[in-house]
């Protein structure tokens, strides 16, 4: 499967600041999603980044807050705009190969707000 | 209701013990079913990955699906202190890329 390499790995940041979180892929991928995985909780779908093209959102989130972008099939990135503390979480970034194939996740970035 | 529903445990067995793990969901659309590990402060990995209805072995770990139940289950036989990490079900349809999680369960294997 390929290799994710999420950057950050952590972050500690102020309220009302934002933070890029880079997802780099060691080979091309069709499909690159991003999801938050809040303290104690599962994975939620934040939205599904398209290669040249506007990310598509989950219902929740929108583009203001979490713009996306993806200028290869290799590589996306998250950022997380106007921080607040309820922003604190982990995100993931996940691939999927191929269509029928299962998707395989980065480590993730471990973003607290103070 | 949450259309995935998975015990979050912790569930405590000792070396060797024989563990099941099982979600159960609501949506008959899902046709693919994965269960995936997740260490502390690592990303979630697949573990298994299984399309329709029957079971898919392994190694040491055998995958469950009954969709008349809508049922899933995993199965670690001869369970190591390596397998305790947060085991979670996940679930598509044929129509769909999302996949919806279930929240985890804790597992902890006691030397």
């Known amino acids: 499967s390929a290799v994710i390499s999420q950057k950050p790995s952590r972050d500690i940041c102020q309220r009302g600041t934002s933070l890029t979180i880079q997802c780099q892929v060691d080979?091309?991928?069709?499909?690159m999603f991003w999801y938050r995985q809040q303290p104690g909780q599962s994975l939620t779908l934040i939205a599904t980044?398209?290669?040249?093209?506007?990310?598509?959102?989950e219902s929740g989130f929108v583009i203001d807050k979490f713009p996306i972008s993806r200028p290869n099939l290799t590589f996306s990135t998250l950022t997380v705009s106007n921080m607040s503390p309820e922003d604190s979480s982990i995100y993931l970034c996940?691939?999927?190969?191929?269509?029928?194939?299962?998707?395989?996740f980065g480590d993730g970035t471990r973003l607290s707000i103070l | 209701q949450k259309e995935v529903e998975q015990d979050p445990g912790p569930l405590s067995v000792p070396e060797g013990a024989i563990v099941s793990l099982n979600c159960t969901y609501s949506?008959?659309?899902?046709?693919?079913f994965m269960w995936y590990r997740q260490y502390s402060r690592k990303g979630p990995e697949l573990l298994m990955y299984?399309?329709?209805?029957g079971n898919k072995e392994d190694g040491r770990f055998t995958a469950q699906v009954d969709k008349s139940s809508k049922y899933i289950s995993l199965f670690i036989r001869d369970s190591q202190p390596s397998d305790s990490a947060t085991y979670l079900c996940?679930?598509?349809?044929?129509?769909?890329?999302?996949?919806?999680f279930g929240s985890g369960t804790r597992l902890l294997v006691r030397p």
């Open positions: 949506n008959s659309a899902f046709q693919y």
């Open positions: 996940s691939v999927e190969q191929g269509v029928g194939q299962p998707q395989h």
């Open positions: 299984t399309y329709s209805s």
């Open positions: 980044a398209n290669q040249g093209s506007e990310a598509t959102y």
């Open positions: 080979s091309q991928v069709t499909m």
């Open positions: 996940a679930m598509t349809s044929d129509s769909s890329y999302k996949l919806i």
